[in-house]
Structures are given as structure tokens and as C-alpha cells.
């Protein structure tokens, strides 16, 4: 790898503590750039012109790539550019006066309350695997947390007498209550299960694969999209998606949006405004359906 590029990764992660997410995906868009840019004009990655980086776009565009995509890479580049110049290797960013993309925005898929509760319903409480990812599936829906971020919780961030957790996602950490269901789901599992499969006393994690290590993204996603086919719900479930639900059933039920923000980890509020608009466009739904002259 480039010595600048290594130098961005670390400052990445020692200086910004980016997510392991965040990380790979600019690394990744870098990678590709430098990769296309040996191959058309080797060069030094600090002599990058804004020309080049506009024939980069556009080659990205002929190759089928999406506006959203287009515009991460450029937000990548942008980013790394303006590291170098704090850097004084490069004296301006060639990235700069490139315009992102359009991007359509699109809404987030959203279960129905029964849909949530028949997806919640799935892992039979009768084995260890069961209790488990019916602990873990009550978590994601009773918080609203990220997928990164409940594979990260330890057992310390648990208070089952108070009725919440401690959560720390992007930097930030914050304070998230149960319901009773999610509660005693996690006291089952805690108390009873976890001991059983853990590999070491001394783990720290709250959950654990079936080989008593700490649960990985890979394998809770595998897990959700088992127990999607298993309720015969047609809508993509992923874990963003219950995040998504545990807003927009919130905010249904007369949650104001700078609790929700709170709860969700949004740095800004206007990440947390869609929602609103997912809400609105359901009543749209409704309406056409159903009035008689719409």
C-alpha cells in the first residue's frame, strides 16, 4: 500500500476512532482509485490533478456504478486530500470542486407491528442457540441499536435491575431502556444460557457464538436472515431494519424526535428526520387506499 494511504489509515484509526465500517469503506475507494490511477497515469498519488479525479468519476459512472456510490468515492477521495494538505504534502485538494452525485433518496423498509412481533416469535426457547437469538433479537428491537454496536456490547453494559443498557457507538456512548419482555429475554440468557456456552470465564462479551466467542457481524446477519424465511415475511429483513421499525413505531406512538435521536445515536437530527417522512408517506398509503376519491 502507498505510504500516504497507510498514513490515512492510521490517522483514521488512532486520530478520528473511525468504525471498523467506516474504515473499510474508505480504504476500499481509495485502493480502487490508486489501483485505476497506476494503470491509466503512474504517478505519485499527491500529484493527482482535479481533471483526473473528474475522468475517475466518470469512468466510475461507465462502469454501472450507482449516483450513492459515486458519491462516497468522492467524499473518500475529498477526505484523503484534505488529509495530506493538513499534512503540507499537497498544497490544494483536488477533489474539491467536484459535485457530488444526485442521489434518489430512498426510504427505509419498515416491518408492521405484527410483522415485528412474528419476527421476534421465531427462536424457539427450548436450546441454548434459541435463548440466545431470542435475547438478541428482543435487544436489537427494545434499543434500536446497530448491528456493529450489539456485537460490541459487554456483559457490564447490562443493568437488568435498573432497565437499560450502556451503549457506545461512533464515539458517543448513551443510555438506552428495555421493556420488561426484552428484560427478562436478556435474564434468561444471562443468568441461565450464557455460562453454558461461553469458552472462557473471563469473556466480557454479552453474546457469544455456539463456540463461546464473541458474536460476529457475519454470523448475527445469518441468524436474522434465518429466522426472515422461517416467518415467511416477504420484506428484506436485515438488523438496520429493526433499527428502522423501533423509530418510526416510536414516533407513531407520539415520541418526540430529539428522544428518538438520542436513543439512535445521530449526531444530527436531520439523520433522524426521515423518519418523519417514512410516517407521512405511510399515511399517503393509506389514504389512496382507502378514501373513496383519492
Given at each position: 500500500?502507498?505510504?500516504n494511504?497507510?498514513?490515512?489509515?492510521s490517522?483514521?484509526e488512532d486520530?478520528?476512532?473511525?468504525?471498523q465500517n467506516?474504515?473499510?469503506s474508505?480504504?476500499?475507494d481509495?485502493?480502487?482509485?490508486a489501483?485505476?490511477?497506476?494503470?491509466?497515469?503512474p504517478?505519485?498519488l499527491c500529484?493527482?490533478?482535479?481533471?483526473t479525479?473528474e475522468?475517475y468519476v466518470t469512468?466510475?459512472?461507465?462502469?454501472g456504478?450507482?449516483a450513492?456510490?459515486?458519491?462516497?468515492?468522492?467524499?473518500?477521495?475529498?477526505?484523503?486530500y484534505?488529509?495530506?494538505?493538513g499534512?503540507?504534502?499537497?498544497?490544494?485538494n483536488p477533489a474539491?470542486g467536484?459535485?457530488?452525485?444526485k442521489?434518489e433518496?430512498?426510504?427505509?423498509?419498515?416491518?408492521t407491528?405484527?410483522?415485528v412481533?412474528?419476527f421476534?416469535e421465531?427462536?424457539?426457547?427450548?436450546d441454548?442457540k434459541?435463548f440466545?437469538?431470542h435475547?438478541?433479537?428482543?435487544l436489537l428491537?427494545?434499543?434500536g441499536?446497530?448491528v456493529?454496536?450489539l456485537?460490541?456490547?459487554?456483559?457490564g453494559?447490562?443493568?437488568?435491575?435498573?432497565g437499560?443498557i450502556?451503549?457506545?457507538g461512533k464515539g458517543r456512548?448513551?443510555?438506552?431502556?428495555?421493556?420488561?419482555?426484552?428484560?427478562r429475554?436478556?435474564?434468561?440468557?444471562?443468568?441461565?444460557?450464557?455460562?453454558?456456552?461461553?469458552?472462557?470465564?473471563?469473556?466480557?462479551?454479552?453474546?457469544?457464538?455456539?463456540s463461546?466467542e464473541?458474536?460476529?457481524?457475519?454470523?448475527f446477519?445469518?441468524l436474522?436472515?434465518?429466522?426472515?424465511e422461517?416467518?415467511?415475511?416477504?420484506?428484506?429483513i436485515?438488523?438496520?431494519?429493526?433499527?428502522h421499525?423501533?423509530a418510526v413505531?416510536?414516533?407513531?406512538?407520539?415520541a418526540?424526535?430529539?428522544?428518538?435521536q438520542?436513543m439512535?445515536g445521530?449526531?444530527d437530527?436531520?439523520?433522524?428526520?426521515?423518519?418523519?417522512?417514512?410516517?407521512?408517506?405511510?399515511?399517503?398509503?393509506?389514504?389512496?387506499r382507502?378514501?373513496?376519491r383519492?
Amino acid at each position: 500500500m502507498d505510504e500516504n494511504l497507510e498514513s490515512y489509515q492510521s490517522y483514521l484509526e488512532d486520530e478520528k476512532h473511525a468504525s471498523q465500517n467506516t474504515l473499510s469503506s474508505y480504504m476500499r475507494d481509495l485502493s480502487q482509485f490508486a489501483a485505476w490511477l497506476a494503470e491509466r497515469c503512474p504517478g505519485d498519488l499527491c500529484a493527482v490533478k482535479q481533471d483526473t479525479v473528474e475522468e475517475y468519476v466518470t469512468w466510475l459512472g461507465a462502469r454501472g456504478k450507482s449516483a450513492a456510490t459515486i458519491t462516497r468515492s468522492i467524499a473518500s477521495i475529498k477526505s484523503f486530500y484534505l488529509f495530506l494538505q493538513g499534512r503540507g504534502k499537497v498544497t490544494a485538494n483536488p477533489a474539491k470542486g467536484i459535485a457530488a452525485r444526485k442521489v434518489e433518496r430512498k426510504f427505509p423498509d419498515i416491518l408492521t407491528s405484527r410483522e415485528v412481533e412474528l419476527f421476534l416469535e421465531q427462536p424457539q426457547c427450548v436450546d441454548a442457540k434459541g435463548f440466545r437469538d431470542h435475547a438478541m433479537l428482543e435487544l436489537l428491537y427494545a434499543t434500536g441499536i446497530r448491528v456493529s454496536e450489539l456485537i460490541s456490547l459487554d456483559v457490564g453494559d447490562v443493568s437488568l435491575g435498573a432497565g437499560f443498557i450502556r451503549c457506545t457507538g461512533k464515539g458517543r456512548e448513551r443510555i438506552i431502556p428495555l421493556y420488561p419482555t426484552a428484560i427478562r429475554a436478556l435474564s434468561d440468557y444471562i443468568k441461565d444460557i450464557r455460562p453454558q456456552i461461553i469458552a472462557d470465564p473471563e469473556e466480557t462479551a454479552l453474546f457469544v457464538n455456539m463456540s463461546g466467542e464473541r458474536m460476529s457481524r457475519q454470523g448475527f446477519w445469518k441468524l436474522v436472515k434465518h429466522y426472515q424465511e422461517s416467518a415467511n415475511i416477504d420484506k428484506e429483513i436485515t438488523p438496520h431494519t429493526l433499527r428502522h421499525s423501533f423509530a418510526v413505531h416510536l414516533l407513531e406512538n407520539g415520541a418526540d424526535l430529539r428522544s428518538i435521536q438520542e436513543m439512535l445515536g445521530h449526531a444530527d437530527i436531520s439523520s433522524t428526520q426521515i423518519y418523519t417522512h417514512v410516517v407521512k408517506q405511510q399515511l399517503k398509503d393509506v389514504y389512496r387506499r382507502a378514501h373513496p376519491r383519492a
